[in-house]
């Protein structure tokens, strides 16, 4: 694994300051859980409880936080043997990719068809650029609504929030609409771009070899 | 002019080069994701065979890399003969169809995957013939006697095919 590894470039490096903020959301998140759960215990001490049944419960806490501490531990020697081995498999594939990639892209810019696919692609392009402007848009003020949210769903036990959305329909209907509803327009964008440029390098092909041009692909003759 | 009828008009055309390369991209990377998950599973097991102070005749990472081309074949031949459609075919809205009009049988599914082999031995001219031939076949659709045909309903609106559709008609009449 080292030997076919050793000829392949590095992948750059995560980006520092995302991860400083990923850390520190996490970081403040587990902070902020650990101080309500202090209360949260505080409030059990203070009741009437059986000391034995308590000890129990803290230390099968205790071993089950070690392990979890432990694996996370060894998680980034775990991803870098992922990443070594992924990138030493894929590799060959990008590398193949970039070949054919280049060839079809000089290709295109000699005969002058990067420019006619640009024509068609470029709506999609903007249409992208807006759909991804007005996420942008929703998710600001999605984020907004959300740390308040946090914080009220903070005040309600555990419970009782995984109980809410389980059970709540509209909840999952409304994830379910948008998922739905960007994706598969997104999906028909590609695809209907793909057909026109399905017909536009036909057209160009076929008024090379002088055919006759079609506005429709055929359908196949089947039995 | 495209008219109300003509929305519908790609489903069951023959799809052509650049949804196909797309959806051909799109598989050649699910396929080499499993492969580099597969690869590290292999590694992952002679390791632990390794602390556990087996030594194996032979590593089941070498067993693995002579097992590559067995997993190439399984995903395309499966998902061609079950579906019509790999996974990348199914996100560009395409299917294979055999002379029947259904999926390819496993024997056409395996002949149409030899076909891919030599397409792309001939420096990939098998695969790019889809955009010479009068029914959009690559040399493995006419080896294996398939065809790809496009597997959606558009909707209504789709600007873009709706743009070209009417661009070409008028360039056909003005012909």
Redesign the interface.
């Known amino acids: 694994?080292t030997d076919s590894t050793d000829a392949i470039p590095q992948l750059p490096e995560a980006d520092p300051e995302l991860h400083k903020t990923l850390v520190r959301v996490i970081s403040g998140g587990v902070g902020e859980a650990i101080d309500r759960l202090k209360d949260l215990a505080a409030e059990l001490e203070s009741a009437d409880t059986d000391p034995e049944s308590v000890d129990a419960v803290a230390l099968t806490t205790n071993q089950a936080a070690m392990i979890v501490v432990g694996y996370l531990s060894e998680w980034p020697e775990q991803m870098t043997?992922?990443r070594e081995?992924?990138q030493?498999?894929?590799y060959p594939?990008g590398q193949l990719?970039g070949v054919?990639y280049r060839t079809v892209a000089a290709v295109a810019e000699v005969t002058g068809v990067a420019g006619v696919v640009a024509s068609?692609t470029e709506?999609?392009r903007e249409a992208l650029a807006h759909e991804l402007e007005r996420l942008a848009n929703v998710g600001t003020a999605e984020y907004a609504r959300g740390r308040v949210l946090s914080v009220q769903a903070f005040e309600r036990s555990i419970d009782g929030v995984i109980g809410y959305l389980g059970d709540s329909e509209e909840v999952g209907e409304l994830v379910r609409e948008q998922t739905l509803g960007i994706t598969g327009a997104a999906?028909?964008?590609?695809?209907?771009?793909?057909?026109?440029?399905?017909?536009?390098?036909?057209?160009i092909?076929?008024r090379i070899?002088g055919r006759e041009?079609?506005?429709?692909?055929?359908?196949?003759?089947?039995? | 002019m495209a008219t109300e009828t003509q929305f519908h008009v790609l489903q069951g055309r023959t799809a052509g080069f650049v949804t196909r390369l797309i959806a051909y991209g799109i598989d050649l990377a699910v396929v080499a994701g499993v492969l580099a998950v597969g690869g590290w599973l292999a590694v992952l097991i002679d390791d632990i065979f390794d602390r556990m102070g087996l030594d194996p005749s032979i590593d089941v990472s070498t067993i693995y890399i002579f097992l590559i081309p067995s997993i190439i074949a399984l995903y395309f031949v499966t998902f061609w003969a079950l579906t019509g459609r790999t996974i990348g075919k199914w996100f560009m809205g395409l299917k294979v169809i055999g002379p029947t009009g259904q999926s390819p049988t496993i024997g056409k599914s395996f002949i149409r995957l030899i076909g891919y082999g030599l397409s792309a031995l001939a420096f990939w001219v098998g695969y790019a013939w889809v955009i010479i031939d009068d029914e959009r076949q690559g040399w493995h659709d006419h080896m294996a006697k398939t065809w790809v045909v496009y597997d959606y309903e558009r909707r209504k609106g789709g600007e873009i095919y709706t743009s070209f559709l009417e661009r070409e008609s008028r360039s056909v009449e003005a012909d």
Do not use: H, K, N
């Not at chain 1, 209907?192 to 017909?199: C, K, L, M, Q, W």
């Not at chain 1, 041009?213 to 196949?220: A, E, G, K, Y």
């Open positions: 694994m043997a992922i081995t992924a030493s498999v894929t594939f990719l054919a068609v709506p999609t999906v028909q964008e590609i695809r209907e771009t793909g057909a026109a440029a399905d017909g536009l390098t036909e057209g092909f076929r070899l041009r079609r506005p429709l692909p055929p359908t196949p003759v089947v039995e």
